[in-house]
T-cell receptor, first 114, second 108 residues
Framework: DAGVIQSPRHEVTEMGQEVTLRCKPISGHNSLFWYRQTMMRGLELLIYFNNNVPIDDSGMPEDRFSAKMPNASFSTLKIQPSEPRDSAVYFC????????????FGSGTRLTVV | EDQVTQSPEALRLQEGESSSLNCSYTVSGLRGLFWYRQDPGKGPEFLFTLYSAGEEKEKERLKATLTKKESFLHITAPKPEDSATYLCAVLDDYKLSFGAGTTVTVRA
């Protein structure tokens, strides 16, 4: 299995632009998670999907952030408009059983907003 | 709210110098304690899951133990390739809450 696949690996954008991050989970995994990692706050859960349905989006910072999972093999995280404080590494992770056996993480997208 | 505290923040070891990393936690209903390894520019990589106090898991030079309030990751005779950030996380229902990590540097 190729693991969790994220794209792009790096994204540099100007403040105010729309940014879309993409994730392909491991086939057969029914849970998908988006995390953000910064030096100041570490790894924070943004949103959790189970069977393509958003279950917990309490970690989404504000209305500028949105996430979708149109099918079992694809998810997006969108930021519109982007701000410099959104600069971070964004990880997607998937799991077979709502995380009980752990998550498998992707390699992340490093976002820089200038 | 779940809290995970890792210590020390950084650890510099000579090759072969064994040491331990600490993870203390408070959680309402622990469903598992997880250890991950993260290399620069990569996502966290799963190492161990511990479910109950007294449980131990081993993998090569790493051994993880669990009590009701904390977990230890013991590194025995480390090698330079063990250099990484080690993350501890607790599972409460479906959510993994992570500590800030311990960055281990092993010098040859």
């Amino acid at each position: 299995d190729a693991g969790v696949i994220q794209s792009p690996r790096h994204e540099v954008t100007e403040m105010g632009q729309e940014v879309t991050l993409r994730c392909k989970p491991i086939s057969g995994h029914n849970s998908l998670f988006w995390y953000r990692q910064t030096m100041m706050r570490g790894l924070e859960l943004l949103i959790y999907f189970n069977n393509n349905v958003p279950i917990d989006d309490s970690g989404m910072p504000e209305d500028r952030f949105s996430a979708k999972m149109p099918n079992a093999s694809f998810s997006t995280l969108k930021i519109q408009p982007s701000e410099p404080r959104d600069s971070a590494v964004y990880f997607c992770a998937s799991s077979l059983d709502a995380g009980h056996s752990g998550y498998t993480f992707g390699s992340g997208t490093r976002l820089t907003v200038v | 709210e779940d809290q995970v505290t890792q210590s020390p923040e950084a650890l510099r070891l000579q090759e072969g110098e064994s040491s331990s990393l600490n993870c203390s936690y408070t959680v309402s209903g622990l469903r598992g304690l997880f250890w991950y390894r993260q290399d620069p520019g990569k996502g966290p990589e799963f190492l161990f899951t511990l479910y109950s106090a007294g449980e131990e898991k081993e993998k090569e030079r790493l051994k993880a133990t669990l009590t009701k309030k904390e977990s230890f990751l013991h590194i025995t005779a480390p090698k330079p390739e063990d250099s990484a950030t080690y993350l501890c996380a607790v599972l409460d229902d479906y959510k993994l809450s992570f500590g800030a990590g311990t960055t281990v540097t092993v010098r040859a």
